[in-house]
């Protein structure tokens, strides 16, 4: 198509599957919301460095300063990335959910925090022994946005308050108004926290230009192998905070008392909560995927994106038994993560279905967001449903819904074998 770049080249594109009707055939992977595959040139890169690893910010030995400088560069790589700010820092993680879970073990004493009911549930739950106020799902983006407003204006104005809120959703694909929550969020003197796991990879994300105070994000859906995770923004809590794990790395200096006990001066730079030994595969892997989509341009490849959206989005809409889930409306802009029902179909049967005849990988269930998933279906919030449990009988409603997403590695043909599959 003129109007597109060709997909990047990411792992597992000539991956055959057998199919329930005989033969085989090249694997569609349409679950990029779940784990995008990886980039060829992320694991290029991680292949050439492979034979020199060694220990990080622990050995005298060549390939272990070499490590070091690998690991310590990627931070640099990341907060360019990421257009931190020059006292951010850049906290290397397992994940997303580890990187708001380490934001929530750092709030200040008393700390409000403001969460929406829609969110996924790494953004939803690490807050529970916060004092957190749980909003109602908004169905426009300046119905988010004034919520927020009036649950601040109702906040004790001298206490320290957080929001945090998802860029993009792993349900709907919706882009939230992120600069509008922050802007609300930092004139009633809270601070905002954003869960980039479903934006950064389609969208550029900045920490300034969003005024956002920390992002967090995961490898695994940004194209680089599982296993680490970033949480980028404002020190000062992170500085003040418990480190997240105890352990090397972390402290500074760590002394027997008189008394019997031990003293421990901790880090107050990153290094406070990385304590272990770093996975220095995964952390070169997120900096490798960060230079390769900057390189590839988010230009290109959201209009790629958008290509491929128009795609399926048109090919549903042929199908009447299929009804796509939307929170602010079907113009609303999104990224390619679509959720769907097909009227008289069990959600999973259908998923598998789509796995078994067509060689389709997509997920169906309740996608981490149960509350999010009950409101848009219009099912009871006490109702079950989740991948393998008991679905709707024929003729009623659907409890679980089914997913297809996919991004900057997507061919035309896997997009639309799966129109035709679903047709
Ligand atoms: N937030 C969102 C919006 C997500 O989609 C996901 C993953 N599905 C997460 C957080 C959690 O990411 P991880 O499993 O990598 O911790």
Excluded at 251 to 266: F, I, N, T
């Amino acid at each position: 198509d003129p109007c597109c770049a060709a997909p990047l080249p990411v792992l597992g594109r000539d991956v055959t599957v057998p199919l329930v009707t005989g033969g085989e055939v090249t694997y569609a992977a349409l679950d990029y919301a779940a784990s995008a595959p990886a980039l060829q040139r992320v694991w290029d890169d991680v292949a050439a460095y492979a034979p020199y690893y060694g220990s990080v910010h622990r050995g005298a030995g060549y390939l272990s300063q070499l490590s070091t400088d690998l690991f310590e560069n990627s931070r640099v790589t990341v907060a360019e990335f990421l257009g931190c700010r020059e006292d951010d820092q850049v906290v290397f993680t397992r994940s997303t959910t580890d990187s708001l879970n380490l934001l929530a073990a750092a709030l200040p004493a008393d700390c409000q925090v403001f969460v929406f009911e829609t969110e996924h549930h790494a953004s939803l739950l690490p807050w529970r022994d916060a004092r957190v106020t749980y909003l109602n799902a908004p169905r426009t983006p300046d119905q988010a946005v004034a919520t927020l407003e009036r649950a601040l204006a109702d906040r004790d104005p001298y206490g320290p308050a957080l929001v945090c809120v998802t860029g993009a959703s792993n349900v709907t694909g919706e882009l939230w108004p992120v600069k509008e929550l922050a802007a609300a969020a930092h004139a009633h003197g809270a601070r905002i926290v954003l869960d980039a796991a479903q934006l950064a990879p389609h969208h550029p994300v900045s920490i300034s230009e969003l005024d956002v105070d920390w992002v967090a994000f995961s490898g695994h859906k940004l194209y680089a192998p599982f296993g680490s995770g970033v949480l980028a923004g404002r020190s000062d809590w992170l500085r003040a905070a418990e480190p997240y794990l105890a352990g090397g790395g972390a402290s500074r200096k760590v002394a027997r008392r008189s008394d019997g006990g031990v003293d421990v001066e901790w880090h107050d730079t990153a290094a406070r909560h990385e304590a272990g030994s770093p996975n220095v595969i995964g952390v070169y892997s997120i900096a490798s995927a960060c230079k390769a989509l900057t390189e590839a341009g988010f230009d290109e490849l959201v209009a790629r994106e958008r290509h491929l959206i128009a795609k399926v989005r048109e090919g549903l809409a042929d199908v009447p038994a299929v009804k796509v889930l939307s929170l602010f409306g079907d113009d609303a802009p999104r990224v390619g993560v679509i959720s769907f029902v097909v009227e008289g179909w069990n959600s999973s049967h259908f998923a598998a279905a789509l796995s078994a005849e067509y060689g389709i990988g997509v997920r169906d269930g309740l996608f981490c967001a149960h509350p999010l998933v009950r409101t848009l279906l219009g099912s009871d919030p006490q109702t079950q449903g989740e991948c393998g449990a008991p679905e709707a009988a024929p003729g009623e409603k659907s409890l679980n819904a089914i997913r297809v997403s996919f991004g900057a590695g997507t061919p035309d043909e896997h997009v639309e074998r799966f129109v035709r599959a679903v047709k």
